[in-house]
């Protein structure tokens, strides 16, 4: 009899042995620095995916939350429709975490901002009315 390497047996269409729960903290801390988002399209209602697709890989860079919607996509092989590689889940990831990180400190400043001139707010390099060419 042939042993399996994973533990999904392929005969039978299921996973022999149970999944490893993911740490409740650090489904926690993905779930809060991606504000309960899809990391592709960013809406909320999500599932925690593992990239490659080894369900007892727990590591914090293996794992991505996606709504159900890309969740199934990941899964997709052949025809016209390609789904996502790992790598491209990673790369999904890494961008959502930054502009997260960048709308948190942004959200942070805002009090500060409030009470400033609202010709102070910009300098002049990024106020964009005040560049070549705009009227």
Request: with cysteine; aromatic share 6%.
């Amino acid at each position: 009899m042939r042993k399996h390497r994973t533990a999904f047996d392929r005969r039978m269409k299921r996973y022999t042995k149970p999944r490893p729960k993911i740490p409740r903290d650090l489904e926690n801390s993905i779930l809060v620095r991606t504000r309960h988002q899809c990391c592709i399209c960013h809406t909320h209602d999500v599932q925690i995916h593992h990239a490659d697709n080894n369900r007892a890989n727990n590591h914090e860079d293996n794992l991505i939350p996606l709504c159900g919607n890309c969740h199934n996509r990941t899964s997709k092989s052949g025809g016209n429709t390609k789904g996502y590689t790992p790598e491209q889940l990673r790369m999904y990831r890494k961008n959502w975490f930054a502009k997260v990180e960048i709308a948190n400190e942004v959200a942070a400043l805002s009090p500060f901002l409030r009470d400033v001139p609202e010709n102070d707010k910009l300098p002049e390099r990024l106020d964009r009315s005040k560049s070549k060419g705009v009227k």
